[in-house]
């Protein structure tokens, strides 16, 4: 029979990815006063130079907008091209965080499929365009889907609205490109529990139980992600994987490797087209048109589906 997945966890995936780059929240790892520059936060990881952010305090309801990243120091420190002015007494105690705005404001929705009504703006929709499956090799089928990422925007103000479209767009598109492997549907997963080596192949693990032979895993960290497959078990807490990780990784509780039910092999943002009017009103938008190959497996009797009855 076919192992045919659900659609709609592909398109959940997206919307995790985009909402976490467009709207990225990231907590403060020391407190800050009026006059810093420099912000140390949890990880760095979907900030980039030119960012805009607003600092927030949601304890006590205030915040700063307007604020814009000069540079990524490195994974949990980042500078602002100009000095937080507002003496708010930004703490971790207070659960302090920095934000990614756009134009000074957040997302209001993220929405699958095409809502006939968008309440409030920006918003984005995301859509399965089509599918298509052809094999790959015997039993393997690469299924083929097609994906359509649109961003809007009110065009209140020419160059503003153009600014803010740009903005949401490059962040959906810098996400997209860093999860070269989206991940999708559901999953067994287990804590590291010993450091990793750049170039290493045997990892140990809290329970090596889920894990079989060829299956595809995700090393998930809280700076970054690795992609390999399950060579072997080689007893109950130590497995070897074909392909080695490319970086070094201290082992902790933020230090997971994830088994996947699904395999997307290759995804891209491949084209975008800028500018559009939509649905007859004042809206700038974007569209991305994305792909994702996924292997799928055709088990052995896949096409004896009785005829009569």
């Not at 918003?123 to 961003?151: C, D, G, P, V, Y």
Request: aromatic content about 10%.
């Amino acid at each position: 029979m076919s192992n045919k997945k659900p659609t709609i966890e592909l398109l959940e995936s997206i919307r995790r990815i985009v909402y976490r780059w467009v709207n990225t929240q990231t907590p403060l790892t020391a407190d800050v006063a009026a006059g810093a520059t420099v912000l140390y936060v949890e990880s760095t990881k979907r900030w980039a130079k030119g960012d805009q952010l607003a600092i927030i305090d949601y304890e006590r309801e205030v915040h700063e907008p307007f604020l814009v990243v000069d540079e990524v120091v490195d994974d949990t420190t980042l500078t602002l091209s100009t000095p937080i002015r507002v003496n708010a007494g930004w703490t971790v105690a207070n659960n302090s965080v920095i934000r990614k705005t756009h134009n000074g404001k957040l997302m209001e929705g993220i929405y699958i499929g095409d809502p006939a009504v968008i309440p409030q703006y920006p918003a984005i929709t995301i859509m399965e365009q089509s599918r298509s499956s052809n094999f790959e090799a015997l039993n393997l089928t690469k299924e083929n889907h097609s994906i359509q990422i649109a961003s809007f925007t009110q065009a209140t103000n020419n160059e503003d609205s153009y600014r803010f479209l740009l903005s949401i767009t490059d962040n959906i598109e810098r996400g997209l490109k860093n999860n070269f492997y989206p991940f999708v549907g559901s999953y067994d997963q287990t804590q590291i529990t010993a450091d990793i080596a750049a170039g290493d192949r045997v990892i140990k693990v809290d329970d090596s139980s889920i894990f079989e032979p060829g299956r595809h895993v995700l090393l998930d960290s809280l700076h970054r992600s690795e992609e390999s497959s399950v060579k072997c078990i080689v007893d109950a807490t130590t497995i070897e994987l074909h392909a080695p990780f490319m970086n070094a990784y201290t082992s902790g509780s933020s230090l997971q490797l994830i088994a996947m039910t699904r395999f997307f092999y290759n995804s891209w943002p491949a084209d975008i087209d800028y500018g559009f009017i939509h649905k007859g009103s004042l809206l700038h938008a974007s569209t991305i048109s994305y792909f994702a190959w996924e292997a799928e497996i055709q088990e052995a009797g896949g096409w004896l589906d009785p005829v009569l009855s």
